[in-house]
């Protein structure tokens, strides 16, 4: 079985600050690897993915996550947060073989960026 | 534009009543998974169907079923409902169904079983 943990349930920063995200996830083989991000009264999208290749992928409005295989994470950040990241933002791991198609979802992160 | 479509928006049963969810895909997408998300917690993987089967299922009992029709629309089928069924109900579409493809997700149908 594949699972996701998402070590922060509520994050508030001010503008400018630096953000990291911690995601965690247990599978036993080859995953892919997704942030998705959910603003005010819109629906979920996705923010960067991770099949393979450079650990480090670099997503949607200037943030990046890393893969880190021995620590099965992979932590999503950004260097200076604005206002309009104020959001919730999930982590998701997808094994690609018996589990292929079946995403899991962590519980989310919601992100307070004070003006 | 053309993302994933839902409907209705809302819904209020009654226990033990059925409920029926439809979606449509975001255009060029084949494959249609459905999610229920719970207050304060993440989307639950409930079926994918792909080529009008369904491909993976989550840990979901029997009384959730669905269907895939040949435009790739689907249903997400609800028997007998609980308390518990009490949710949002998300429907996400992509291009196949290895998990390769990112998943697009529309706003989802919130159902409240009293």
């Known amino acids: 079985a594949q699972s996701v943990s998402q070590h922060n349930h509520h994050v508030i920063l001010s503008e400018a600050a630096s953000l990291e995200l911690g995601c965690n996830y247990s599978?036993?083989?080859?995953?892919?690897l997704f942030w998705y991000v959910q603003y005010p009264g819109q629906h979920l999208q996705l923010l960067l993915k991770?099949?393979?290749?450079?650990?480090l992928v670099k997503g949607i409005k200037g943030f990046e996550a890393e893969f880190i295989k021995s620590k099965f994470s992979f932590n999503l950040r950004k260097p200076s947060v604005q206002w309009s990241d104020t959001a919730e933002y999930f982590c998701?791991?997808?094994?690609?073989?018996?589990?292929?198609?079946?995403?899991?979802f962590g519980d989310g992160t919601t992100l307070t960026v004070k003006p | 534009d053309a993302g994933v479509t839902q409907s209705p928006t809302h819904l209020i049963k009654t226990r033990g009543q059925q409920v029926t969810l439809r979606c449509s895909p975001k255009s060029g997408h084949d494959t249609v998974s459905w999610y229920q998300q719970a207050l304060g917690q993440g989307p639950q993987f409930i079926f994918q169907?792909?080529?009008?089967?369904?491909?993976q299922r989550g840990n979901f009992p029997d009384r959730f079923s669905g269907h895939q029709y040949p435009n790739y629309s689907s249903e997400l089928n609800v028997n007998a409902l609980l308390l518990g069924d009490s949710a949002l109900y998300l429907c996400?579409?992509?291009?196949?169904?290895?998990?390769?493809?990112?998943?697009?997700f529309g706003n989802g149908t919130r159902l409240t079983v009293t």
């Open positions: 991770y099949f393979s290749g450079d650990p």
């Open positions: 169907y792909y080529e009008e089967e369904e491909r």
């Open positions: 998701a791991v997808n094994g690609i073989d018996t589990n292929a198609g079946k995403s899991t």
């Open positions: 599978y036993g083989g080859t995953v892919n």
């Open positions: 996400a579409s992509s291009r196949g169904s290895g998990g390769g493809s990112p998943l697009h």
